[in-house]
């Protein structure tokens, strides 16, 4: 199992900027990817940015240029830099965990809590 705690979130005005963290615990073999949803309300959860064990990062449009994603895979830890926010940016945002097949795991797919990004205009 993998747990994954965030922090980070809060209200801040449009244009501001907020950072998001995950931590992971647990068992962290074959985790190939780890990164960022949100869903807003009524809406789906939809991907914001993830990155690769070997770094390699992935955004959504809506948050490309405005967004970055980072890993510190000795800490376990994957955090969401947020700038220039938008209300449109208002939900609740996951933490995610990809764990593909090992000899010990099967593939599997981790949440976190999420935790609330409100962006007042």
């Known amino acids: 199992q993998v747990q994954l705690a965030e922090s980070g979130g809060g209200l801040v005005q449009a244009g501001g900027s907020l950072r998001l963290s995950c931590a992971a615990s647990?068992?962290?073999?074959?985790?190939?990817?780890m990164g960022w949803y949100r869903q807003a309300p009524g809406k789906s959860r939809d991907l914001v940015a993830t990155?690769?064990?070997?770094?390699?990062?992935t955004y959504a449009d809506t948050v490309k240029g405005r967004f970055t994603i980072s890993a510190d895979n000795a800490k376990n830890t994957v955090s969401l830099q947020m700038n220039s926010l938008k209300p449109e940016d208002t939900a609740v945002y996951y933490c995610?965990?990809?764990?593909?097949?090992?000899?010990?795991?099967?593939?599997?797919?981790?949440w976190g809590q999420g935790t609330q990004v409100t962006v007042s205009s």
């Open positions: 995610h965990a990809r764990r593909m097949r090992t000899v010990n795991y099967a593939a599997a797919d981790y």
């Open positions: 647990g068992s962290m073999s074959g985790i190939a990817k």
């Open positions: 990155i690769t064990s070997g770094g390699n990062p």
